[in-house]
């Protein structure tokens, strides 16, 4: 287990550190932000003064170490539009993203395991193939339209559920199903996928030639086989999912990260927008890190 | 005059490097082949008999240059191949060609047999349509239709697949084949016809074999000589009909009992199993399941030395085993 | 590397779709393949078979209904938006730029996917390193974030959607064939080609390629979808296409506030999204199906 | 060992297994007959595409969906085929087990030898069919496993090829079956350790007396291990009779040019003969016998009509319209 989590952790640091120089390299590419943020009537030596307050006047590299340098220490720098420190912003946008993704991640997979399980064992029915339907529709649909028709239906024709906002139970209740509508859809095609390989397996023959009871045989060797593969993609789900949420917080105007960013681009709020980002890849990292981690406990095979 | 072997390995080893265990771990190594020599000549067959882990399929892509050894030279016709120029790689590319053992892996899926057949050739420079011609009467002498040469993989049996491959790797005229268990992913019947299209080619065109199976019986048909492997090492080597009859080594003795036919179940038992190849045992590598083992064993690996005028064998033991056991070995592979 | 099971199509599955068609029976697949067509017919013809220009303002008919309600005329057989622009029109001209950004994003970025991640499998060592690690940095962030990165540093509009759209796709191509070449180079007819003294270069054209080409065919047709839904989703948020041009996401954004009264300048565009994309997964899925009978790449 | 005069434990009568399309369809099986005594090891053997693999999934119920079984297939009296699956599953392990060919792939890599042992005894013990007294090591020792105590805490992936085939013959046979079914048991496995498995299924038969049919294409290991032998060709029998009888005396042209192709050692030379052409596609079967086209003494007649069964004596029969003339 030992060397084959190192490697990772290394892997995984390596990719943060280069994501951070993409990140510099696209906040050059917007060019100087000094007329973004002076006001027009500043003078030349105004924008000089900025230019070097910001490092902006040294080369390019020595620009990218102080850049690193500081996000380091957790310095993204200061939102040019609310004059707060971007890292705070973020910190405090990521708590209802974190909310909202996960409670619709959990709701995602207590739909789709076990619909992709009984898929599975009911290959060619009727059944089948409104699961299939389902997952069909639940890729196709994008959140945000769902979202819409969610707040059409039930919260404009037929007013139960807020169409935005956060802060009560029944905020929750349009945004997690927009969201674990779309991510259910996944998890459901991956465990039929995964159950319908482990069902085909030669152990699975072998129990049946032994008599081992139907239950035992799905619900412990064939889905702890199928779930290694769908351990792994859970950790890009979520990725999916805060992808997702972006869009969804966008229609429930939910106080998230993706909301932040959006407003930031629209606004040309670099620090903000750099902070969200490689806050976000790290956290993914982390969770796919984790699952990494989850895996190795769960097959022996890899401890070896 | 004394012409160069076709192919002569010098003490050729080979150790592959495993992945560190832990960060703070030595790196650990695994000895796939140690210490072999042998030299084929002309027109004849030199087969490698082993079980599976013995090393004999590394010294098959050592030979064809898939894998490069970590000690020892391998010479074909006095040239060192792993000190070649490019051009004379070229040339060795032309002189050795390969079957391997299973026939739905060695085609690929999707070029008819017709491009199969005729890359070999093509990677060689022959013109287009010369090479055409040339499949067809490869074809031919392998015993198949030329309307085959249209066809895919998938269309193919796998007698005729395995047809195909020994139609593609004549392609280039070579001179030396090396032959990784060609038949033993085939059926009973098959194996009979594709081991006796072997026999004829070699007949006909004066060819080289190198052939590699564990089946003893099948190993014989082909080989004017042989080598027995085991862990890695030839613990056997000399003419077939001495070693097949008269085995010196107590390894090569159970392998013979146990592939005579119309022995008793349970006559020769090999007890155990391969050893740990990251853990290998002192001394020599049998003596942990060879029921002639004692301290010498233990202590020192035995070296190839001469058993008789067509033997070499690596046991230090072999003379009174040959003297008091006779009984117990005999001649096997005999017909009732 | 985990090795996941394709996420859709299982065998029986497959089979079900091909007994359809010795039976004759109407079939998914020929449904979503016409639907595909008729898109990118639509995409092409664009201008010559929409009943107006998508911009083509109607003061006569400001959020007109579609044609069955009260209120509704033949005219604008799906009714009209807030600047009595036709909807059926507005769609066409989605179809347009959806498929326009969507093809440029799988064919460009593809190329430059299958390029590196052949050359990174191919070749091994130090080069694969570099590549697959910057393939991570490209990956490591989910798409639509990735995306909202590079349109913050670029800008919106049809050319830069186009551009991010290539930038976040790549490294998936790069990925899956890097490990579809891995995996192939171990395989005899590699080992075999290389006996026969045929270049690496030649090997990894003439077998790698054609090997690994069936599921680089799958995941294009199933990312045309993907596609679809990421430069909606940004026209959607306002950092995409920007008008006057028109695309499906922008036209949802901005049907938007009038939802409560105008259910057709939202529901339509959505509509749209949902046809295109299935109609390519469907596709998508079919092909993997008869490529791969067993149901997993 | 042989109990003849004991009525059959199994019977296979007529049996028909169908793939494909209704209109042309692939007999994989094509009215096949036999009977099985207690404690009896039958050898079945035939190459790739003969239909054994099939006619060993279809006693123990394990085909797919998609295969039509006709005939009947009587396991002590009782039809098989007419059991509900429920039912089936009760026999299945207890009274008629099996052993897969790939030992490699049969056991389940997540969970260690003990937990996958264990579960086999717990469902044995829950149908009376095994006490406390058995246990999982015990079950090991019985296949000579060594170190079984170790074993019992290894992952399948930490044992060898030959150790894995003997966990799954002691789980096969943790109840004392009394039909044991093996699925070509040696194929994947080295030379040495083949036999060391075939011993270990005779030394199963001499213990409990469970009936063994074997499935091979390895005619050294029927030889040396069965009582009695089948050769299958195209899904048909074709010979069947004592092992010994039909080594020395085959009577079936097919089964003939079968021993012939193995090599053959005569003092310093080997020699083999190689039957010409290939396995004829079941779904396109010409008529009369399958084995017409390749067959070195086929007569007219063996293109027109089916051959039908000839007795050579004792328990010795062949489908050849030539059986009892040539030699």
Same mark, same amino acid.
């Given at each position: 287990?030992?060397?084959?989590?190192?490697?990772?952790?290394?892997?995984?640091?390596?990719?943060?550190?280069?994501?951070?120089?993409?990140?510099?390299?696209?906040?050059?590419?917007?060019?100087?932000?000094?007329?973004?943020?002076?006001?027009?009537?500043?003078?030349?030596?105004?924008?000089?003064?900025?230019?070097?307050?910001?490092?902006?006047?040294?080369?390019?590299?020595?620009?990218?170490?102080?850049?690193?340098?500081?996000?380091?220490?957790?310095?993204?720098?200061?939102?040019?539009?609310?004059?707060?420190?971007?890292?705070?912003?973020?910190?405090?946008?990521?708590?209802?993203?974190?909310?909202?993704?996960?409670?619709?991640?959990?709701?995602?997979?207590?739909?789709?395991?076990?619909?992709?399980?009984?898929?599975?064992?009911?290959?060619?029915?009727?059944?089948?193939?409104?699961?299939?339907?389902?997952?069909?529709?639940?890729?196709?649909?994008?959140?945000?339209?769902?979202?819409?028709?969610?707040?059409?239906?039930?919260?404009?024709?037929?007013?139960?559920?807020?169409?935005?906002?956060?802060?009560?139970?029944?905020?929750?209740?349009?945004? &997690?199903?927009?969201?674990?509508?779309?991510?259910?859809?996944?998890?459901?095609?991956?465990?039929?996928?995964?159950?319908?390989?482990?069902?085909?397996?030669?152990?699975?023959?072998?129990?049946?030639?032994?008599?081992?009871?139907?239950?035992?045989?799905?619900?412990?060797?064939?889905?702890?086989?199928?779930?290694?593969?769908?351990?792994?993609?859970?950790?890009?789900?979520?990725?999916?999912?805060?992808?997702?949420?972006?869009?969804?917080?966008?229609?429930?105007?939910?106080?998230?990260?993706?909301?932040?960013?959006?407003?930031?681009?629209?606004?040309?709020?670099?620090?903000?927008?750099?902070?969200?980002?490689?806050?976000?890849?790290?956290?993914?990292?982390?969770?796919?890190? &984790?699952?990494?981690?989850?895996?190795?406990?769960?097959?022996?095979?890899?401890?070896? | 005059?004394?012409?160069?072997?076709?192919?002569?390995?010098?003490?050729?080893?080979?150790?592959?490097?495993?992945?560190?265990?832990?960060?703070?771990?030595?790196?650990?190594?695994?000895?796939?082949?140690?210490?072999?020599?042998?030299?084929?000549?002309?027109?004849?067959?030199?087969?490698?008999?082993?079980?599976?882990?013995?090393?004999?399929?590394?010294?098959?892509?050592?030979?064809?240059?898939?894998?490069?050894?970590?000690?020892?030279?391998?010479?074909?016709?006095?040239?060192?191949?792993?000190?070649?120029?490019?051009?004379?790689?070229?040339?060795?590319?032309?002189?050795?060609?390969?079957?391997?053992?299973?026939?739905?892996?060695?085609?690929?899926?999707?070029?008819?047999?017709?491009?199969? =057949?005729?890359?070999?050739?093509?990677?060689?420079?022959?013109?287009?349509?010369?090479?055409?011609?040339?499949?067809?009467?490869?074809?031919?002498?392998?015993?198949?239709?030329?309307?085959?040469?249209?066809?895919?993989?998938?269309?193919?049996?796998?007698?005729?697949?395995?047809?195909?491959? =020994?139609?593609?790797?004549?392609?280039?005229?070579?001179?030396?084949?090396?032959?990784?268990?060609?038949?033993?992913?085939?059926?009973?019947?098959?194996?009979?016809?594709?081991?006796?299209?072997?026999?004829?080619?070699?007949?006909?065109?004066?060819?080289?074999?190198?052939? =590699?199976?564990?089946?003893?019986?099948?190993?014989?048909?082909?080989?004017?000589?042989?080598?027995?492997?085991?862990?890695?090492?030839?613990?056997? =080597?000399?003419?077939?009909?001495?070693?097949?009859?008269?085995?010196?080594?107590?390894?090569?003795?159970?392998?013979?009992?146990?592939?005579?036919?119309?022995?008793?179940?349970?006559?020769?038992?090999?007890?155990?199993?391969?050893?740990?190849?990251?853990?290998?045992?002192?001394?020599?590598?049998?003596?942990?399941?060879?029921?002639?083992?004692?301290?010498?064993?233990?202590?020192?690996?035995?070296?190839?030395?001469?058993?008789?005028?067509?033997?070499?064998?690596?046991?230090?033991?072999?003379?009174?085993?040959?003297?008091?056991?006779?009984?117990?070995?005999?001649?096997?592979?005999?017909?009732? | 590397?985990?090795?996941?099971?394709?996420?859709?199509?299982?065998?029986?599955?497959?089979?079900?779709?091909?007994?359809?068609?010795?039976?004759?029976?109407?079939?998914?697949?020929?449904?979503?393949?016409?639907?595909?067509?008729?898109?990118?017919?639509?995409?092409?013809?664009?201008?010559?078979?929409?009943?107006?220009?998508?911009?083509?303002?109607?003061?006569?008919?400001?959020?007109?209904?579609?044609?069955?309600?009260?209120?509704?005329?033949?005219?604008?057989?799906?009714?009209?938006?807030?600047?009595?622009?036709?909807?059926?029109?507005?769609?066409?001209?989605?179809?347009?730029?959806?498929?326009?950004?969507?093809?440029?994003?799988?064919?460009?970025?593809?190329?430059?996917?299958?390029?590196?991640?052949?050359?990174?499998?191919?070749?091994?060592?130090?080069?694969?390193?570099?590549?697959?690690?910057?393939?991570?940095?490209?990956?490591?962030?989910?798409?639509?974030?990735?995306?909202?990165?590079?349109?913050?540093?670029?800008?919106?509009?049809?050319?830069?959607?186009?551009?991010?759209?290539?930038?976040?796709?790549?490294?998936?191509?790069?990925?899956?064939?890097?490990?579809?070449?891995?995996?192939?180079?171990?395989?005899?007819?590699?080992?075999?080609?290389?006996?026969?003294?045929?270049?690496?270069?030649?090997?990894?054209?003439?077998?790698?390629?054609?090997?690994?080409?069936?599921?680089?065919?799958?995941?294009?047709?199933?990312?045309?979808?993907?596609?679809?839904?990421?430069?909606?989703?940004?026209?959607?948020?306002?950092?995409?296409?920007?008008?006057?041009?028109?695309?499906?996401?922008?036209?949802?954004?901005?049907?938007?506030?009038?939802?409560?009264?105008?259910?057709?300048?939202?529901?339509?565009?959505?509509?749209?999204?949902?046809?295109?994309?299935?109609?390519?997964?469907?596709?998508?899925?079919?092909?993997?199906?008869?490529?791969?009978?067993?149901?997993?790449? | 060992?042989?109990?003849?005069?004991?009525?059959?434990?199994?019977?296979?009568?007529?049996?028909?297994?169908?793939?494909?399309?209704?209109?042309?369809?692939?007999?994989?099986?094509?009215?096949?007959?036999?009977?099985?005594?207690?404690?009896?090891?039958?050898?079945?053997?035939?190459?790739?595409?003969?239909?054994?693999?099939?006619?060993?999934?279809?006693?123990?119920?394990?085909?797919?969906?998609?295969?039509?079984?006709?005939?009947?297939?009587?396991?002590?009296?009782?039809?098989?085929? *007419?059991?509900?699956?429920?039912?089936?599953?009760?026999?299945?392990?207890?009274?008629?087990?099996?052993?897969?060919?790939?030992?490699?792939?049969?056991?389940?890599?997540?969970?260690?030898?003990?937990?996958?042992?264990?579960?086999?005894?717990?469902?044995?013990?829950?149908?009376?069919?095994?006490?406390?007294?058995?246990?999982?090591?015990?079950?090991?020792?019985?296949?000579?496993?060594?170190?079984?105590?170790?074993?019992?805490?290894?992952?399948?992936?930490?044992?060898?090829?030959?150790?894995?085939?003997?966990?799954?013959?002691?789980?096969?046979? *943790?109840?004392?079956?009394?039909?044991?079914?093996?699925?070509?048991?040696?194929?994947?496995?080295? *030379?040495?350790?083949?036999?060391?498995?075939?011993?270990?299924?005779?030394?199963?038969?001499?213990?409990?007396?469970?009936?063994?049919?074997?499935?091979?294409?390895?005619?050294?290991?029927?030889?040396?291990?069965?009582?009695?032998?089948?050769?299958?060709?195209?899904?048909?029998?074709?010979?069947?009779?004592?092992?010994?009888?039909?080594?020395?005396?085959?009577?079936?042209?097919?089964?003939?040019?079968?021993?012939?192709?193995?090599?053959?050692?005569?003092?310093?030379?080997?020699?083999?003969?190689?039957?010409?052409?290939?396995?004829?596609?079941?779904?396109?079967?010409?008529?009369?016998?399958?084995?017409?086209?390749?067959?070195?003494?086929?007569? *007219?007649?063996?293109?027109?009509?089916?051959?039908?069964?000839?007795?050579?004596?004792?328990?010795?029969?062949?489908?050849?319209?030539?059986?009892?003339?040539?030699?």
């Amino acid at each position: 287990m030992g060397p084959f989590i190192l490697k990772r952790i290394g892997q995984t640091l390596i990719t943060l550190l280069l994501l951070t120089i993409l990140i510099f390299t696209l906040a050059r590419l917007t060019g100087d932000p000094t007329p973004l943020v002076m006001p027009s009537e500043a003078t030349d030596a105004d924008r000089t003064f900025f230019r070097e307050q910001y490092g902006l006047d040294r080369p390019l590299h020595e620009q990218y170490l102080v850049f690193l340098r500081n996000i380091l220490s957790g310095d993204f720098g200061v939102s040019f539009r609310y004059r707060e420190p971007a890292m705070n912003l973020v910190l405090a946008a990521i708590g209802p993203t974190l909310q909202l993704a996960g409670l619709s991640m959990l709701l995602a997979i207590i739909i789709g395991v076990p619909l992709g399980i009984a898929a599975a064992l009911r290959q060619g029915s009727w059944f089948a193939a409104i699961v299939r339907g389902y997952a069909g529709l639940g890729q196709a649909m994008p959140s945000f339209w769902v979202g819409l028709m969610l707040i059409m239906l039930l919260s404009i024709t037929l007013p139960i559920f807020p169409s935005s906002g956060y802060g009560g139970v029944a905020n929750f209740v349009l945004p &997690c199903v927009t969201l674990a509508f779309f991510a259910s859809a996944s998890v459901t095609l991956l465990t039929w996928a995964n159950m319908t390989e482990a069902m085909r397996s030669d152990f699975v023959q072998m129990e049946r030639v032994l008599g081992i009871p139907n239950r035992l045989i799905v619900l412990k060797h064939a889905l702890r086989n199928a779930s290694l593969p769908i351990v792994t993609y859970l950790g890009l789900q979520f990725g999916l999912l805060l992808g997702g949420a972006v869009v969804t917080e966008r229609v429930f105007a939910w106080p998230g990260v993706g909301q932040l960013v959006v407003e930031a681009i629209l606004n040309r709020d670099f620090p903000v927008v750099q902070a969200s980002v490689l806050l976000t890849a790290v956290l993914f990292m982390t969770v796919n890190l &984790c699952v990494d981690l989850l895996y190795a406990v769960l097959d022996p095979r890899v401890s070896a | 005059m004394t012409e160069a072997p076709v192919i002569e390995a010098r003490s050729l080893g080979k150790t592959f490097i495993l992945p560190r265990g832990g960060l703070f771990e030595a790196r650990r190594s695994v000895i796939a082949v140690e210490d072999v020599s042998f030299s084929v000549s002309r027109g004849t067959t030199f087969g490698i008999v082993g079980e599976s882990g013995s090393g004999k399929s590394t010294v098959a892509k050592m030979l064809l240059k898939l894998e490069r050894p970590t000690s020892g030279t391998l010479w074909a016709e006095g040239q060192d191949i792993f000190a070649q120029t490019a051009a004379q790689e070229r040339a060795y590319r032309r002189m050795v060609q390969t079957v391997f053992q299973d026939p739905y892996g060695a085609l690929s899926p999707r070029m008819r047999a017709g491009r199969i =057949i005729a890359e070999p050739m093509r990677a060689q420079g022959t013109d287009r349509a010369t090479a055409k011609a040339k499949v067809a009467q490869l074809l031919e002498i392998v015993g198949m239709q030329p309307e085959a040469a249209s066809r895919y993989p998938h269309e193919f049996s796998g007698g005729q697949r395995q047809r195909i491959a =020994i139609a593609r790797a004549l392609s280039v005229d070579p001179r030396l084949l090396v032959l990784d268990e060609p038949v033993s992913a085939l059926d009973v019947s098959v194996r009979a016809q594709v081991l006796s299209l072997l026999q004829e080619m070699q007949a006909r065109l004066g060819l080289t074999y190198i052939f =590699i199976g564990h089946d003893l019986a099948v190993v014989r048909y082909l080989s004017e000589s042989v080598g027995v492997m085991y862990f890695g090492r030839l613990v056997e =080597i000399g003419t077939a009909r001495q070693v097949l009859r008269r085995p010196a080594h107590p390894y090569t003795q159970r392998l013979v009992a146990l592939a005579a036919a119309k022995a008793p179940l349970g006559a020769a038992r090999l007890q155990g199993e391969l050893p740990n190849p990251l853990n290998p045992p002192s001394g020599c590598l049998f003596r942990t399941r060879c029921s002639y083992a004692d301290a010498l064993c233990a202590a020192k690996r035995p070296e190839l030395r001469e058993a008789s005028p067509d033997q070499r064998v690596a046991c230090h033991h072999h003379e009174a085993i040959a003297a008091g056991n006779k009984a117990e070995t005999g001649p096997l592979l005999q017909p009732a | 590397m985990t090795r996941v099971a394709a996420l859709n199509a299982s065998s029986w599955w497959s089979l079900r779709l091909r007994w359809r068609r010795r039976t004759g029976r109407p079939r998914l697949p020929v449904l979503s393949m016409a639907l595909c067509i008729l898109l990118i017919f639509a995409a092409v013809a664009g201008g010559a078979i929409a009943p107006f220009a998508p911009d083509e303002p109607d003061f006569t008919a400001i959020l007109a209904p579609p044609f069955w309600m009260e209120g509704g005329s033949t005219m604008h057989l799906l009714g009209t938006d807030q600047l009595g622009r036709d909807m059926l029109s507005r769609l066409i001209g989605g179809a347009r730029v959806s498929l326009l950004t969507a093809g440029a994003a799988v064919l460009v970025a593809g190329t430059i996917g299958v390029a590196l991640g052949l050359i990174a499998g191919y070749l091994g060592g130090l080069v694969e390193a570099a590549i697959m690690r910057v393939v991570d940095a490209f990956l490591a962030l989910p798409f639509i974030l990735m995306a909202l990165a590079f349109v913050s540093a670029l800008g919106t509009g049809i050319g830069n959607i186009i551009l991010v759209m290539i930038l976040t796709n790549w490294a998936r191509y790069a990925r899956l064939v890097r490990s579809e070449v891995v995996s192939i180079k171990k395989r005899d007819f590699v080992l075999l080609a290389r006996v026969a003294g045929v270049r690496p270069m030649a090997i990894a054209l003439r077998h790698v390629l054609p090997n690994a080409m069936t599921s680089i065919l799958v995941l294009a047709v199933l990312d045309i979808g993907r596609a679809i839904i990421l430069e909606s989703s940004l026209s959607f948020l306002g950092l995409g296409i920007q008008p006057p041009d028109v695309s499906w996401g922008l036209a949802l954004a901005e049907g938007r506030t009038y939802m409560s009264v105008a259910w057709w300048l939202t529901v339509w565009p959505g509509v749209a999204i949902v046809l295109g994309v299935m109609s390519f997964n469907l596709v998508g899925d079919w092909l993997r199906a008869s490529f791969d009978p067993r149901g997993v790449l | 060992m042989h109990r003849e005069t004991s009525p059959p434990i199994l019977t296979v009568k007529d049996l028909t297994v169908a793939f494909g399309p209704m209109e042309r369809p692939a007999r994989a099986v094509a009215g096949l007959n036999l009977t099985l005594q207690p404690g009896e090891i039958l050898g079945i053997a035939g190459e790739s595409g003969s239909g054994k693999s099939t006619l060993c999934n279809a006693i123990i119920r394990t085909l797919p969906r998609s295969a039509r079984v006709g005939g009947e297939v009587r396991y002590d009296g009782r039809q098989l085929l *007419a059991l509900s699956e429920r039912e089936m599953r009760g026999l299945r392990g207890s009274e008629i087990s099996m052993v897969l060919q790939n030992p490699m792939t049969s056991l389940d890599p997540l969970f260690t030898i003990g937990n996958q042992v264990d579960e086999v005894l717990r469902e044995r013990r829950r149908q009376g069919q095994s006490n406390d007294q058995v246990t999982a090591i015990g079950l090991l020792r019985r296949v000579h496993l060594t170190a079984p105590e170790l074993r019992l805490r290894q992952y399948p992936h930490q044992l060898s090829g030959g150790m894995r085939q003997r966990v799954l013959t002691a789980m096969a046979t *943790a109840a004392t079956p009394r039909l044991l079914i093996a699925d070509e048991p040696t194929t994947a496995l080295d *030379a040495s350790i083949q036999d060391e498995i075939l011993l270990l299924f005779r030394e199963i038969r001499d213990r409990a007396g469970t009936a063994i049919i074997i499935v091979t294409h390895d005619l050294s290991a029927i030889r040396r291990l069965s009582d009695r032998i089948i050769v299958m060709y195209a899904g048909r029998l074709v010979e069947e009779g004592p092992t010994a009888t039909v080594f020395s005396a085959p009577r079936h042209p097919y089964t003939r040019a079968l021993l012939d192709s193995l090599p053959q050692v005569e003092g310093d030379t080997v020699t083999l003969k190689a039957i010409p052409g290939q396995v004829p596609n079941l779904a396109e079967l010409p008529h009369g016998c399958a084995f017409a086209d390749r067959c070195p003494v086929a007569i *007219a007649r063996c293109r027109t009509e089916d051959p039908t069964e000839m007795q050579l004596g004792l328990r010795h029969r062949a489908f050849c319209w030539l059986a009892d003339t040539a030699s």
